[in-house]
């Protein structure tokens, strides 16, 4: 199954539609400001940040639906979580939003 995951020379829009689509849903409809703030405030202390980060990682697996490929969850979710903290830490500019977003 993961061979399958890789095999293709052509963009995989079968993977990549369903990862984009719980980016930004997780991202913008799905996060409250007050996480985004808070994680901004509290930085690592910010149980919304790993919230966040979770929930994103399970959207995505969810979405995909490759039921076999139980590391999508935990991969998504950890550089979800520290792109996310990386950004709260700088400056909050358009720059590190489209940093953000391209990660």
Known sequence: MLQDLFASAGPRWDLILPLLCAHLLADFPL???????????????????????????????LLLGIWSAWWILPAVGITHLMSD???????????????????
């Open 85 to 103: 903290r990386i950004k709260a830490s700088g400056p909050d500019d358009l720059p590190a939003f489209l940093w953000d977003q391209s990660v």
């Open 31 to 61: 996060q409250p400001r007050r996480w985004v703030t808070d994680r901004r405030e509290r930085g690592w202390a910010s149980g919304w940040l790993y919230l966040h980060a979770g929930f994103s990682g399970a959207l995505a697996y």
